[in-house]
């Protein structure tokens, strides 16, 4: 099992830029595949961003993010990462993030892939 904590969350202006943390603690980090969703009031939560596990050869986006948004993960620290460049008002959302062993299959994009989720950080970016 792995607990995870997002922070880095906050207010920021149309065309900022934020970098959100997610600390696991638990089994081995390492052995997940990670994930970033968010979710907007009244909208389902949606897919953001995954990487794999070990030393996260592949990393997926979702359209919306692609070229603005980076994922990235250090196993020595137990962290999982996005920085979020060129926010934009749409991009207001609470931000989670997610695990699942290496062991499963991974669908990346979908939130029923993922057996562990944060509490997630409030990201709100105003025009």
């Known amino acids: 099992q792995v607990q995870l904590v997002e922070s880095g969350g906050g207010l920021v202006q149309a065309g900022g830029s934020l970098r959100l943390s997610c600390a696991a603690s638990g089994r081995a980090f390492s052995g997940y595949h990670m994930g970033w969703f968010r979710q907007a009031p009244g909208q389902e939560r949606e897919f953001v961003a995954a990487i794999s596990w070990i030393g996260g050869s592949s990393t997926y986006y979702a359209d919306s993010v692609k070229g603005r948004f980076t994922i990235s993960r250090d196993n020595a620290k137990n962290s999982l990462y996005l920085e979020m460049d060129s926010l934009k008002p749409e991009d207001t959302a609470v931000y989670y993030c997610?695990?699942?062993?290496?062991?499963?299959?991974?669908?990346?994009?979908?939130?029923?892939?993922?057996?562990?989720w944060g509490q997630g950080t409030q990201v709100t970016v105003s025009s």
């Open positions: 997610a695990a699942v062993s290496g062991l499963k299959r991974n669908v990346p994009s979908m939130t029923a892939n993922y057996d562990y």
